[in-house]
């Protein structure tokens, strides 16, 4: 669809211009311009001039305007402190959403704690390799370690010209020790 169709089509639907827009239900968050090529190719279903659907087509040439919808999940899963407003909704329907979404915040922390908990046993992998010790206790130590200092080690950090995984590395540095004790890896926090 054209820009200049789907503005006729939203100006029909809506001439006061005050209804929420949404695709599948979630809420705009972004329109931009980019090539079409970008992000695999851009699918374009061919219309006669009834609006019926004839044919489709990939482009791969000129640009497309892309919009960006994000769901309440979707927010939940990577801010779990996030407010969200139940008022709207039947007393049967916010037990229900309720439940939902910390569904929802439980698996996207539990999904966080485990990929953070694999790049700190990457991390302490590395560090053993700079110091020449290689046992399989790694892969066993490094989780009992994060899980005694989860707080510690895990902090929240804000999006930054710095990667998460990066602001991880430089926190480790900073406070988790790596050593050969007797031939046995030794973990500390340094606070």
Not at 75 to 100: A, M
Not at 129 to 158: C, R, V, W, Y
Request: net charge negative; glycine share 4%; with cysteine.
């Amino acid at each position: 669809m054209k820009t200049k169709e789907l503005i006729r089509r939203l100006q029909e639907q809506d001439p006061s211009g005050e209804a929420e827009v949404c695709v599948d239900n979630m809420d705009i968050v972004s329109v931009y311009t980019e090539p079409a090529y970008w992000d695999g190719r851009l699918q374009v279903l061919e219309r006669n001039e009834e609006g019926k659907i004839i044919g489709a087509k990939y482009e791969t040439e000129g640009v497309k305007i892309s919009i960006e919808a994000r769901s309440i999940s979707e927010l939940l899963f990577d801010h779990p402190d996030f407010p969200v407003c139940y008022d709207k909704l039947r007393p049967d329907q916010i037990e229900d959403c309720r439940r939902y979404d910390q569904d929802i915040i439980d698996h996207g922390e539990r999904i966080t704690y485990e990929t953070n908990l694999s790049f700190f046993t990457d991390w302490v992998r590395e560090q053993c390799d700079k110091i020449g010790f290689d046992d399989p206790t790694i892969n066993s130590m490094s989780p009992q370690f994060a899980l005694h200092h989860k707080d510690k080690i895990f902090p929240e950090f804000n999006m930054c010209e710095k990667s998460i995984l990066d602001q991880l590395h430089e926190h480790w540095e900073k406070c988790v020790k790596v050593t050969i004790n007797d031939g046995f890896l030794r973990l500390e926090y340094d606070e």
